[in-house]
């Protein structure tokens, strides 16, 4: 098990590596100088110079990289050309937002999958099965951004349960900032529903496949108990794939949905800092989500050995 997780710490560590060199590159061959946005269509040459000067922007590419790639590993993720505070500053800020929305919408989207996964399984074949299946090739193919313009109209303006947008940030009270947040992260969560709860079916009916399934059958264990005590855990493999795909996703693909409903978070940072071509934001929280999703994939793969020990006996 310790030689598993060495080889996938080094893979994560050297997928890191390459990330960083990919993020800062591309972002390098972008057209605009974030000089000249800073000041304007009106700004001189020598008031444009000074400022590139000063931001470090004249300094060749592999010296900023490694300047860039060293302060990160120090925790030091630059200041901001736009907002002239420090990106840690920012990121701090904002990820109070994100991670409880996407906390939130895979807790959700997992309540709806799970249990609506076991009982098409359950009823494979029958009419109720079609119906689910068919719903669920509705959300998948529904984007999450047409799903919060129906929210909005039906929970925030036609019933009024929940505010139609912004956050009004946690010192109003738990309830009040976790009300703003239900409406996208329901948003977010259906579409990633309708997927987990379809990978749980298909998982779940190639494990009732198996013959200890058909063993426990036989010596008459009800369907419904051979599923939930026999069938689950051991398809649970690509069910923990799929949940930390989306959980990554879910931190990292909310742009759309922030600024649908006005939530100051990292998504919103990010598209915010593109727009004005401040690259620092953009490559540290790039390069952080990216570490994020690889830790995330790290968890994965090491829960993978507690779900099905045979896994812990195949690892050199």
């Known amino acids: ?24 590159a591309a972002l390098e061959i972008v057209p605009g100088d974030p000089a000249e946005v800073m000041l304007g269509i009106n700004a001189t040459d020598d008031a444009i110079a000074a400022l590139r000067e000063s931001l470090g922007l004249n300094k060749p590419v592999l010296e900023r990289y490694i300047s860039w790639l060293g302060g990160m590993l120090v925790g030091d993720f630059g200041q901001s050309y736009t907002y002239s505070v420090s990106v840690r500053e920012l990121v701090a800020d904002r990820i109070t937002i994100s991670l409880p929305l996407a906390l939130l919408s895979l807790l959700i989207s997992t309540l709806i999958a799970i249990p609506v996964g076991l009982y098409a399984a359950a009823k494979r074949g029958s009419l109720a099965d079609t119906g689910i299946m068919a719903l669920t090739q509705i959300g998948i193919a529904i984007p999450n951004f047409w799903f919060a313009l129906l929210l909005v109209y039906f929970l925030a303006i036609w019933l009024q349960l929940v505010p139609a947008g912004g956050f009004p940030g946690w010192d109003a009270g738990f309830w009040v900032a976790l009300k703003s947040l239900l409406l996208p ?94 690259l620092i934001v953009v490559e540290s929280v790039v390069m952080m989500l990216v570490a994020t999703i690889i830790i995330i994939n790290l968890v994965v793969d090491l829960a993978y050995l507690w779900v099905d020990p045979r896994l812990r006996n195949r690892s050199p």
């Open 1 to 24: 098990m310790l030689a598993f997780f060495l080889r996938k710490l080094i893979w994560a560590i050297a997928t890191l590596a390459v990330a960083s060199v990919l993020v800062f």
């Open 185 to 278: 992260s329901l948003s977010l969560a259906l579409p990633q529903a309708a997927i987990l709860s379809r990978v749980t079916r298909s998982a779940l009916l190639e494990t009732m496949g198996e013959d200890y399934i058909r063993t426990a059958r036989a010596k008459g264990l009800s369907r419904r108990a051979t599923l939930w005590h026999h069938a689950l855990r051991n398809a649970l493999i690509p069910v923990l794939t799929i949940l930390g795909l989306q959980f990554a996703y879910l931190l990292a693909g909310t742009i759309i949905i922030e600024n649908v409903f006005y939530l100051p978070g990292l998504g919103r940072l990010v598209f915010q800092a593109i727009s004005l071509r401040d």
